[in-house]
């Protein structure tokens, strides 16, 4: 760029414009010294005062505004328990012991503890749940057509006859001797003609499936 000359336009000397244009003059030389001076202080104030805006703020201090906590949702209701009397789950539990079934059986098939078994069987409580009772139920229709006479000597037939032997104890009754199992204010008598009848047929039955088991035994051995 030229250097200006007095009689330009725009000529101004001893100013930041004259130096712009060209004149290096001591003069415009002041003038861009003290304008660059100038900007650096006014520039360094401004980060001065920046940086103690920021110390003078409390670390913990969040500017961004923290979202509102959603309310909790209300709990749901507790399903309500339903209760029915436990007379006719005692009285099935009770007829299939009668039939053999020990009450660790019991236990297995109802998924049910062992505890639970026994107190059914000897001291039930006046209610227990719904779910409870159609469990017994669901068992008791599937095992009172499964006849038991296990093979004598193994195990189960042990276990059978110590459950035969519960139920005579205390004068239990098998499941076909009941008019109706949970209408029945009093079980029928243990040793009445109609247990008896029953307990005939059982016998006969049982004699049936050991004499089946012997020659299914035979015929495999042969």
């Not at 330009?8 to 010294?33: E, Q, V």
């Not at 500017?63 to 959603?70: A, C, D, G, I, V």
């Not at 709990?75 to 789950?89: K, T, Y």
Request: some cysteine; glycine content about 6%.
């Amino acid at each position: 760029m030229p250097r200006l000359q007095p009689d330009d336009p725009g000529y101004r000397h001893g100013t930041t414009t004259g130096y712009t244009y060209g004149c290096r003059c001591r003069l415009c030389k002041d003038a861009i010294n003290a304008y660059q001076r100038e900007r650096k202080r006014l520039k360094t104030r401004a980060e001065r005062t920046a940086a103690a805006a920021e110390t003078a703020l409390p670390a913990q201090v969040n500017l961004t505004p923290e979202p509102k906590p959603r309310p909790a949702p209300a709990p749901r209701p507790a399903a309500p328990i339903v209760l029915v009397a436990a007379r006719a789950a005692s009285r099935r539990l009770q007829a299939l012991t009668w039939m053999g079934y020990t009450p660790h059986e019991l236990a297995q098939h109802t998924n049910f503890n062992v505890d639970a078994i026994w107190w059914l069987l000897i001291d039930p409580p006046a209610g227990i749940q719904y779910r409870t009772d159609q469990t017994i139920t669901d068992v008791f229709n599937r095992l009172k057509l499964q006849p038991r006479s296990p093979a004598g000597g193994t195990p189960l037939a042990r276990g059978h006859h110590r459950a035969r032997a519960l139920a005579e104890h205390h004068n239990w009754i098998g499941p076909f001797s009941w008019d109706d199992i949970d209408g029945d204010p009093t079980p029928p008598p243990a040793h009445g003609p109609k247990a008896s009848t029953v307990a005939r047929l059982q016998h006969r039955i049982d004699h049936l499936e050991q004499l089946l088991t012997e020659a299914h035994t035979t015929a495999e051995e042969a």
